[in-house]
T-cell receptor
């Protein structure tokens, strides 16, 4: 069964600095997709970035990039130039063979001014 | 292009009552998912539909839970005889069956069972 592990319950980052949120995964399926979502206090899950298991390059979306290390089964999210509005809960998720998403426990990020 | 919408946004009910939530997916999306999220946890899968067919149900979905998507558009999730343990955020997501199939989420329905 697929499993997602996020080992950082909470992180602090200074405004305008970069921060890395960790995510490791476990699957025996050679084809999989990895997602990162942001959940502000309002509760809505906002899609940030996607990485496919066969993608040759690390995904990037604006200030978000994914450090994908397939052999280590890690898919860390890097947020550059942090902004106060980045303060939220961040979830790493994997799509399994049944199409549902399996989520990690999340990391709370607080951006300090 | 409107996003996923859910109604109501908040629901307070007494133990033993029935509640029903509605989800309207993004219009061209043919897959619709329901997840439940308790405080401090990531969302957990409940069930999903492809068009009107319910293709998978989690073991979390007890007999008191039922979901429908009668015309392949909106979906409803009903909880009968609610229990305090049902208190959670209920999230709906939709996707298009092609490519990466990114799931886009609605704002959720927060349920509190007293």
């Amino acid at each position: 069964a697929q499993k997602i592990t996020q080992t950082q319950p909470g992180m602090f980052v200074q405004e305008k600095e970069a921060v890395t949120l960790d995510c490791t995964y476990d699957t025996s399926d050679p084809s999989y997709g990895l997602f990162w979502y942001k959940q502000p206090s309002s509760g809505e899950m906002i899609f940030l970035i996607y990485q496919g298991s066969y993608d040759q390059q690390n995904a990037t979306e604006g200030r978000y990039s994914l450090n994908f290390q397939k052999a280590r089964k890690s898919a860390n999210l890097v947020i550059s130039a942090s902004q106060l509005g980045d303060s939220a809960m961040y979830f790493c998720a994997m799509r399994d063979e049944g199409n549902k998403l399996v989520f990690g426990a999340g990391t709370i990020l607080r951006v300090k001014s | 292009d409107t996003g996923v919408s859910q109604d109501p946004r908040h629901k307070i009910t007494k133990r033993g009552q029935n509640v029903t939530f509605r989800c309207d997916p993004i219009s061209e999306h043919n897959r619709l998912y329901w997840y439940r999220q308790t405080l401090g946890q990531g969302p957990e899968f409940l069930t999903y539909f492809q068009n009107e067919a319910q293709l998978e149900k989690s073991r979390l979905l007890s007999d008191r839970f039922s979901a429908e998507r009668p015309k392949g558009s909106f979906s409803t999730l009903e909880i009968q005889r609610t229990e305090q343990g049902d208190s959670a955020m209920y999230l709906c997501a939709s996707s298009f069956i092609q490519g990466r199939e990114t799931q886009y989420f609605g704002p959720g329905t927060r349920l509190l069972v007293l």
